[in-house]
């Protein structure tokens, strides 16, 4: 004990490290159910995560590096054929588009002949991925787009291919997005092909996704596409985010094992979209509306021959 | 104990830290990756104890959770853990034997990491098994090149 003691008077700091633990130890304690239990430190995070910005960019910075090399050492003639790439696929794209207009106009003249709203084209503004979070147990990603330029918690995020996950937190620069393969997220689907509707969860593995509580009996086969149903008012409606892989039937279980493997290439997609709701639809504070109305357009949707 | 620090290296390191703990990573890889704060954490109590303390380790871990979307304080509180533990033995450690540093390496890291699961756990996270150790196997075998490294760096601009 002497020993002890006249070594704690030769090292600066004696009995301070245990003060200060305990200190550190109450101060966390009352910080994690401060944060965890009642939610009450949304603001506080949100200024540091927008001082943390620039680890954000240096974590992008190698990337970008090498985006610009790329750049300076592209050829003339690649660039004028990756030019005419694109154009034929924008002229391609485009037709398309022509045609999706003439029957979005002739949708809303029906719906509206069957007294229902229109379906209004939700808005998007275009990020980039530019980091995942440290811990693996969770399918998180940071995306470039932050308050600053209206991201709100809640919105959706899609892929070229399909629906990649939910905006979880905003700082002001950044945001953070819950991608659908993560074990606590669910996505309200339904089958394009009959309009059947399921939960699809994250199980944690970034290639396959858990559809659950389907009947024995239920209608659905490999290779069917599933579609975000839009119940929930989270998610718009319509986007693609699924394909059923495999189905398991065990007996005597009331329900089908089914997996499937999401469309949007969740650790492969660099640039995303953000979708906004259309002007006048905010679901931030949904009541300012008639809530009546879209519960009449559920119905009326999940109806096989509308959904397509 | 190093005679002189450098300031400038140890913020240069403690942001390429938390840059290394948010970047891009293969997918199957991300289990395996170190713990590069907790390293850090380490190190600079290791070697500076008396500039480097808890509170400061509590400051870091406080933006890894942040960076992480972990309920601020939870690696707040394990990075002060590792301080504290550090501060308690850095006098033995000093003696002890490059491998031998590296098992206390991942002990410690091993503590930090498991006091980091226990409470998410506890908050309704998922089990993972035993699994969240290997970054503390990971850094404990970095260990030595970061720490040659830092000293290296340390002596040239202290």
Redesign the interface.
Known sequence: MAGVAAIKTIFVQGPVPGLRLLLVIVLSAVLIVADARFDKLTSVRSVIGTGLAPVHWFGNAPYELQNWIEGLFTTRDDLLAENEDLNARLLILERRALKYAALASENNELRRLMNSSEVLDDRVIVGEIVGVSPDPFSHEVIINKGSRDGVTVGQAILDAHGLMGQVQQTSSFTSRVLLVSDSSHAVPVEVVRNGLRAILLGNGDINALELVHVPDTADIREGDLLVSSGLGGRFPKGYPVAEVENITKESGEPFVNIEATPKARLNQSRLVLVVFPPDGEEDEDGNEHGQDEPAVNVGIETDPDEVR | MLSVISYPVFALSV?LS??L?????P?GW??F?PEWLGLMVFYWTFRA??QF???LA?CLG???D?????????N??AM??IA?LV??IH?RLRMYPMPQQCLMVFLLLGINQMLVHF?KQM?G??D?GFS?LWPALTSALVWPVVCVLLDNLNRKLG
């Not at chain 2, 703990?21 to 990573?25: A, H, P, R």
């Not at chain 2, 942040?66 to 939870?74: H, I, K, N, R, S």
Request: glycine share 10%.
């Open positions: 942001v938390l840059v703990s948010i970047s891009l990573f997918i991300f289990e990756r104890p008396a303390g808890i509170l509590w406080l933006s890894l942040v960076l992480e979307a972990t309920p601020l304080g939870v707040g509180l002060a853990l504290f501060l308690t006098q409470i908050l996270g998922e993972a969240y």
